[in-house]
């Protein structure tokens, strides 16, 4: 069973685009988060949901939307694509804000914006 | 904004050499999390240290949280072609309202 699953694992779009990329965690986590990993491979917090609640936005154009129907989901929309949002981004989930016992990562979603 | 720093950013090793990597900070954290990852997947978490001075071991891996909490390392010993990944140390301030991740090092364990 995997613990924190997204899709699409690749994304290839055109610049103008707007595209979302799903998020689904089965671990009964009460907090999710998106993070973006950029070609240097560092990773930046970009939002932070609490029992469906945004607790952390980073300064992040508000191109990009996140949304959680349930404290299960966080997804991430993202309109008119830039060249520069191609990045690996993760989602995350933890018990809490994740101080002791941590993040469980997805795989990531690799977008390419052409 | 607290920021953290890895030392080395690369390392090549051959397989059966001892290595030690470092995650520094002029900050203080409240607890400091290493995370491997592996190409094409997320990080995992591999420790959690929260108190000055504790050592923890997992396996061939030895963790050490520095005395003002500022600092950890991370030993690998016998370093084996499995080990090979991006090790990222994390830092929470104020348990965990604010956390920051490291740039990582990237370790190659050559056969």
């Known amino acids: 069973d995997t613990a924190v699953s997204q899709t699409p694992k690749y994304l290839v779009t055109q610049m103008g685009n707007d595209k979302s990329i799903k998020c689904e965690q089965n671990?009964?986590?009460?907090?999710m988060y998106w993070y973006k990993q950029d070609s240097k491979k560092f990773l930046k917090i970009m939002f932070s949901?609490?029992?469906?609640?945004?607790?952390i936005n980073e300064t992040v154009p508000n191109r990009f939307s996140p949304k959680s129907p349930d404290k299960a989901h966080l997804n991430l929309h993202i309109n008119s694509l830039e060249l520069g949002d191609s990045a690996v981004y993760f989602c995350?989930?933890?018990?809490?804000?994740?101080?002791?016992?941590?993040?469980?990562f997805g795989s990531g979603t690799r977008l390419t914006v052409v | 904004t607290q920021l953290l720093e890895q030392s080395p950013q690369f390392l090549s090793i051959q397989e059966g050499e001892n290595l030690t990597v470092y995650c520094n900070s002029s900050?203080?954290?409240?607890?400091l999390q290493w995370y491997r990852q592996e190409p094409g997947e997320g990080p995992v978490l591999l420790v959690t240290?929260?108190?000055?001075?504790e050592v923890k071991k997992l396996k061939r891996l030895t963790f050490q949280f520095g005395d003002a909490r500022k600092d950890s390392s991370l030993h690998i010993t016998a370093a084996q072609t499995g080990d090979t990944g991006l090790y990222l140390c994390?830092?929470?301030?104020?348990?965990?309202?604010?956390?920051?991740f490291g740039p990582g090092t990237r370790l190659s364990v050559l056969p």
């Open positions: 995350a989930s933890s018990q809490d804000n994740g101080y002791f016992y941590g993040y469980t």
């Open positions: 671990l009964g986590h009460d907090t």
């Open positions: 900050s203080v954290f409240s607890s």
């Open positions: 949901y609490n029992n469906k609640e945004l607790i």
């Open positions: 994390a830092g929470a301030d104020n348990y965990g309202q604010n956390f920051v």
């Open positions: 240290v929260v108190t000055g001075g």
